[in-house]
């Protein structure tokens, strides 16, 4: 067993902290942006409010498959359904922190990086980009993502990092 987690105990994570998650025509958001903090954060409100989506939302961009949200079976039904005929698609970003010794290419994408998946209606680009800081395109290469993903230790399919309201129910009944 390898780690390469490089933090001194004690010391707040500077790499793979989501900061932020934005949603455009996903499940029931139109626009939709929620900014993270470091440490713990409760997102809280009425049944049917859009609770669950932005935890779909950060597994769709970070590379989990629709089934695994439980909330659809196939990407193009997490698109919004009230956008109406003129809407292309969805559109999801999360930004990590990309500092310190545990940051994946800094030198290419800086202190963030920001992932963005679309999801197209009409044939359009369905991918992940990856984005540097400053918003510019460094990659489209699903390959590149997972490097990420492996380099930060985010493992988004996994129910201990990632305990959907589907995958609790199973936990807590046996």
Known sequence: LTAH???????????????R???????CHRKLTVDLCRNVNFIYGQ???GKSAILA???ICLGAGARRTHRATNLKELVRKEAGSNCN????????????????????????ITIERSISLRGGYNGYKLLDEHGAEKSRNKKDLDA????????VENPVAVLDQEEAKKFLCG
């Open 5 to 19: 987690n490089h933090n001194d105990p004690g010391k707040p994570a500077e790499a793979g902290v989501i900061r």
């Open 21 to 27: 998650v934005y949603v455009e025509n996903f499940m």
């Open 47 to 49: 049944n049917g409010s």
């Open 57 to 59: 939302a950060i597994q």
């Open 89 to 112: 698609g969805a559109k999801v970003r999360v930004t990590v922190l990309n500092r310190g010794d545990d940051g994946y290419q800094h030198d290419v994408y800086g202190d963030s």
């Open 148 to 155: 990420m993903l492996d380099q930060l230790n985010i493992q």
